[in-house]
């Protein structure tokens, strides 16, 4: 593929027919959806790739032509990781670079490891709040936590990083 590398590969927004985010795929694999007529180009970039018969943009946001019916998930289990990317790396208590997770009501004092007892946290708060509570510390929290939002397919929270051209669809699919 011009302008990708094996290492860096172009990933394409995957809609239903509906318009809902479906997953994340390979430039590669949407140009096959295209090209086979599964699927519809809504958005390009600007590259332009060519072969002896065809000259197509590569597409940023696809959209499947037939509806398709996807089975249910059950919930995502905490992980650190998880908890790190729902709080957007950021310390609960002190919007610093958040490393670490916090249990807002400790473990030790009949807390669940839980996604609405979870936070992520720099370790100097953590270390400061040991096995208190919040009222303990006069501390508060600025939003109340809970699972992160998922998409239709359910692994779409999990992208740290997003395309610009894709949050007009990512936009409507969580309002």
């Not at 809504?42 to 019916?69: K, T």
């Not at 609405?116 to 109340?144: H, I, M, P, Q, Y």
């Amino acid at each position: 593929m011009v302008g990708s590398s094996a290492a860096t590969p172009i990933h394409v927004l995957l809609l239903n027919a509906s318009h809902e985010p479906l997953a994340v795929v390979t430039g590669r694999r949407a140009l096959v959806l295209i090209l086979a007529g599964k699927a519809v180009s809504l958005e390009d970039r600007a590259v332009v790739l060519r072969s002896a018969q065809l000259s197509m943009a590569l597409p940023a946001v696809v959209r499947l032509n037939r509806y398709v019916r996807v089975p249910y998930r059950p919930p995502t289990s905490v992980s650190r990781q998880g908890v790190l990317r729902r709080d957007g790396r950021r310390c609960a208590y002190c919007h610093l670079r958040g490393d670490t997770i916090d249990h807002v009501l400790p473990r030790s004092r009949g807390g669940k490891h839980s996604w609405e007892n979870c936070v992520a946290c720099c370790s100097r708060c953590n270390t400061r709040k040991a096995d208190r509570t919040l009222d303990e510390l006069g501390w508060s929290l600025g939003f109340t936590p809970g699972p992160p939002q998922r998409m239709t397919s359910g692994e779409l929270w999990m992208s740290d990083h997003t395309d610009p051209a894709w949050h007009r669809w990512l936009d409507s699919a969580a309002a």
